[in-house]
Protein backbone atom coordinates (compact mmCIF):
# COMPACT_ATOMS: atom_id res chain seq x y z
CA UNK A 1 0.00 0.00 0.00
CA UNK A 2 0.96 3.45 -0.98
CA UNK A 3 0.38 6.55 1.58
CA UNK A 4 0.75 9.92 1.10
CA UNK A 5 2.89 11.74 3.39
CA UNK A 6 -0.30 12.98 5.44
CA UNK A 7 -1.80 9.31 5.72
CA UNK A 8 1.99 8.57 6.54
CA UNK A 9 1.60 10.11 9.89
CA UNK A 10 -2.11 9.41 9.94
CA UNK A 11 -1.48 5.70 9.32
CA UNK A 12 1.78 5.59 12.03
CA UNK A 13 -0.57 7.47 14.90
CA UNK A 14 -3.27 5.21 14.30
CA UNK A 15 -2.69 1.71 13.64
CA UNK A 16 0.57 1.07 16.35
CA UNK A 17 -0.81 3.67 19.43
CA UNK A 18 -2.35 1.63 21.89
CA UNK A 19 -5.36 2.49 23.82
CA UNK A 20 -9.13 1.68 24.87
CA UNK A 21 -10.89 3.44 21.91
CA UNK A 22 -8.76 1.28 19.53
CA UNK A 23 -11.12 -1.24 18.17
CA UNK A 24 -14.18 1.19 18.38
CA UNK A 25 -12.19 3.70 15.66
CA UNK A 26 -11.47 0.84 13.76
CA UNK A 27 -15.10 0.08 13.07
CA UNK A 28 -15.81 3.57 12.48
CA UNK A 29 -13.28 3.18 9.60
CA UNK A 30 -15.06 0.11 8.83
CA UNK A 31 -18.10 2.03 8.45
CA UNK A 32 -16.92 4.81 6.60
CA UNK A 33 -15.29 2.43 3.83
CA UNK A 34 -18.17 0.52 3.42
CA UNK A 35 -19.63 4.30 2.49
CA UNK A 36 -16.81 4.47 0.26
CA UNK A 37 -19.38 5.65 -3.03
CA UNK A 38 -20.97 8.61 -0.75
CA UNK A 39 -17.56 10.08 0.96
CA UNK A 40 -14.74 11.76 -1.08
CA UNK A 41 -12.24 11.10 1.96
CA UNK A 42 -11.84 10.84 5.42
CA UNK A 43 -9.28 12.25 7.91
CA UNK A 44 -8.08 10.43 11.19
CA UNK A 45 -7.14 13.67 12.93
CA UNK A 46 -4.42 13.42 15.38
CA UNK A 47 -4.49 14.53 19.33
CA UNK A 48 -2.49 16.97 20.02
CA UNK A 49 -0.18 19.67 18.44
CA UNK A 50 -1.20 22.67 16.09
CA UNK A 51 -0.84 20.57 12.69
CA UNK A 52 -4.21 19.26 13.87
CA UNK A 53 -7.74 20.30 13.97
CA UNK A 54 -9.03 21.23 17.76
CA UNK A 55 -11.91 22.73 19.29
CA UNK A 56 -11.43 24.74 22.69
CA UNK A 57 -13.61 23.57 25.16
CA UNK A 58 -14.59 24.15 29.14
CA UNK A 59 -13.39 20.83 31.15
CA UNK A 60 -16.38 20.91 34.14
CA UNK A 61 -14.58 18.01 35.78
CA UNK A 62 -10.71 20.02 35.75
CA UNK A 63 -12.76 23.34 35.84
CA UNK A 64 -10.66 24.89 33.15
CA UNK A 65 -10.42 25.11 29.30
CA UNK A 66 -8.82 22.74 27.33
CA UNK A 67 -8.87 21.46 23.90
CA UNK A 68 -10.49 18.71 22.12
CA UNK A 69 -9.36 16.99 18.86
CA UNK A 70 -12.37 15.05 17.40
CA UNK A 71 -11.03 11.49 15.59
CA UNK A 72 -12.63 12.24 12.08
CA UNK A 73 -13.12 14.77 10.12
CA UNK A 74 -14.71 13.23 6.49
CA UNK A 75 -15.62 14.99 2.93
CA UNK A 76 -18.73 13.55 1.84
CA UNK A 77 -19.80 13.53 -1.78
CA UNK A 78 -22.82 16.38 -1.64
CA UNK A 79 -19.60 18.44 -0.26
CA UNK A 80 -20.43 18.90 3.18
CA UNK A 81 -17.79 18.29 5.88
CA UNK A 82 -18.57 16.05 8.51
CA UNK A 83 -17.04 15.69 11.90
CA UNK A 84 -17.28 12.83 14.16
CA UNK A 85 -15.90 11.90 17.41
CA UNK A 86 -16.39 8.29 17.97
CA UNK A 87 -17.15 7.11 21.67
CA UNK A 88 -17.91 3.82 23.31
CA UNK A 89 -18.69 2.15 26.80
CA UNK A 90 -18.13 4.50 29.67
CA UNK A 91 -16.30 7.05 27.65
CA UNK A 92 -19.60 7.88 26.15
CA UNK A 93 -21.18 8.48 29.28
CA UNK A 94 -18.24 10.11 30.82
CA UNK A 95 -19.64 13.92 31.73
CA UNK A 96 -15.95 15.01 29.60
CA UNK A 97 -17.83 13.77 26.70
CA UNK A 98 -20.16 15.98 27.03
CA UNK A 99 -18.63 19.07 27.41
CA UNK A 100 -16.47 17.91 24.09
CA UNK A 101 -20.21 16.98 22.38
CA UNK A 102 -21.39 20.75 23.90
CA UNK A 103 -18.30 22.34 21.92
CA UNK A 104 -18.14 20.81 19.05
CA UNK A 105 -22.23 21.37 18.33
CA UNK A 106 -21.14 24.73 18.91
CA UNK A 107 -18.47 24.98 16.66
CA UNK A 108 -20.35 22.94 13.68
CA UNK A 109 -23.23 25.68 14.48
CA UNK A 110 -20.94 28.04 13.77
CA UNK A 111 -19.14 26.71 10.44
CA UNK A 112 -22.93 26.54 8.87
CA UNK A 113 -24.62 24.05 7.31
CA UNK A 114 -22.08 22.50 4.95
CA UNK A 115 -20.96 21.27 8.12
CA UNK A 116 -22.35 18.23 10.12
CA UNK A 117 -20.74 15.97 13.07
CA UNK A 118 -21.02 14.96 16.93
CA UNK A 119 -20.07 12.53 19.52
CA UNK A 120 -20.79 8.98 17.40
CA UNK A 121 -21.87 6.00 19.20
CA UNK A 122 -22.93 2.30 17.87
CA UNK A 123 -25.76 1.07 19.29
CA UNK A 124 -28.35 -2.24 18.23
CA UNK A 125 -26.24 -2.39 14.97
CA UNK A 126 -26.25 1.25 13.80
CA UNK A 127 -23.63 4.29 13.87
CA UNK A 128 -25.85 7.09 15.71
CA UNK A 129 -24.72 10.68 16.46
CA UNK A 130 -25.00 13.68 18.63
CA UNK A 131 -24.92 17.03 17.25
CA UNK A 132 -26.85 18.52 20.36
CA UNK A 133 -25.81 21.33 22.90
CA UNK A 134 -26.99 19.24 25.57
CA UNK A 135 -25.92 15.79 25.24
CA UNK A 136 -26.66 12.76 26.63
CA UNK A 137 -25.82 9.35 26.45
CA UNK A 138 -27.19 5.99 28.36
CA UNK A 139 -26.61 2.60 27.04
CA UNK A 140 -29.67 1.40 25.83
CA UNK A 141 -31.69 4.17 25.92
CA UNK A 142 -30.66 5.89 22.38
CA UNK A 143 -33.99 5.49 20.67
CA UNK A 144 -35.78 7.29 23.53
CA UNK A 145 -33.65 10.92 22.83
CA UNK A 146 -34.65 12.57 19.78
CA UNK A 147 -31.07 14.29 20.06
CA UNK A 148 -29.31 10.74 18.75
CA UNK A 149 -29.21 11.09 15.05
CA UNK A 150 -29.06 7.64 12.35
CA UNK A 151 -25.81 8.23 10.45
CA UNK A 152 -27.17 6.09 7.57
CA UNK A 153 -29.56 9.56 6.52
CA UNK A 154 -26.22 11.28 5.70
CA UNK A 155 -25.28 9.14 3.13
Known sequence: MILLPI???????????????KDNEFNFIKYLESKGKKIDWWF?????????????????????EALF??????????????????KSGNIAEDPE?????KALALKLKKLGKGFVG???????GVWNYNNSEKYHYQKGKMSQDKNWLSMEKLF
Do not use: L, W
Not at 7 to 21: A, R, T
Not at 69 to 86: A, E, L, N, V, W
Open 118 to 124: GIAVFEN
Open 44 to 64: KNGNQGKEYFAIKYFNNADDK
Open 97 to 101: TADKS
Open 69 to 86: YPDFIIRFKSGKMGIFDP
Open 7 to 21: MQKCHKNFVFKDYKG
